[in-house]
């Protein structure tokens, strides 16, 4: 992996550096606009659909990781209540989920303007982070969708923390 860093200018756009990100990883990708990069990565519990977005006239790049797992919208409420809990633990980024289709996604954004860019380094650390926290989170949400847990239970085993090995 090799330092680099862009800085804005007329035709800076982070997803060069973002894509030479994701090739490092050797992750299959594919750019199919000029402001967005999606990628999928295997993950202990699922795949992950990744893609970061450009918006170049507010100079925000945005990172999202979805996790594959959709719900049924009688969930919602339930779904909402646990995105709270899981969103408290968070120090960087949120969760949300889309009403219509019941994806469950992590996001995180970056102002990237007036001069500000960003490294691979910095993209690499969010993308481990990004995965991290969805991989930390995901056994959560398949409780309460899946196992018929409540929020607070859900959210307890995803916390939970094993001490020793048996």
């Known amino acids: 992996m090799t330092s680099m860093m862009i800085k804005t200018d007329e035709s800076y756009n982070p997803l060069d550096l973002a894509e030479l990100v994701i090739m490092d990883r050797d992750w299959v990708f594919d750019r199919p606009a000029d402001g967005e990069l999606i990628a999928e990565v295997t993950g202990i519990w699922c795949n992950y659909r990744i893609w970061f977005t450009w918006q170049e006239d507010c100079g925000g790049l945005t990172l999202s990781c979805a996790l594959e797992s959709k719900f049924a919208k009688p969930l919602l409420p339930k779904i909402h209540s646990l995105?709270?809990?899981?969103?408290e633990k968070l120090w960087l980024g949120?969760?949300?989920?889309?009403?219509?289709d019941g994806s469950v996604t992590f996001r995180h954004s970056l102002l990237l303007r007036e001069g500000a860019g960003t490294t691979a380094e910095h993209?690499?650390?969010l993308l481990d982070h990004a995965i991290s926290e969805s991989e930390r989170f995901y056994p959560a949400f398949q409780s309460v969708v899946w196992g018929g847990k409540s929020p607070a239970e859900a959210i307890e085993i995803a916390l939970f923390e094993t001490i020793a090995e048996a």
């Not at 995105?83 to 969103?87: C, E, G």
């Not at 949120?94 to 219509?100: A, E, G, T």
């Open 83 to 87: 995105l709270a809990l899981v969103n």
């Open 94 to 100: 949120h969760f949300d989920v889309c009403s219509q």
């Open 123 to 125: 993209l690499h650390e």
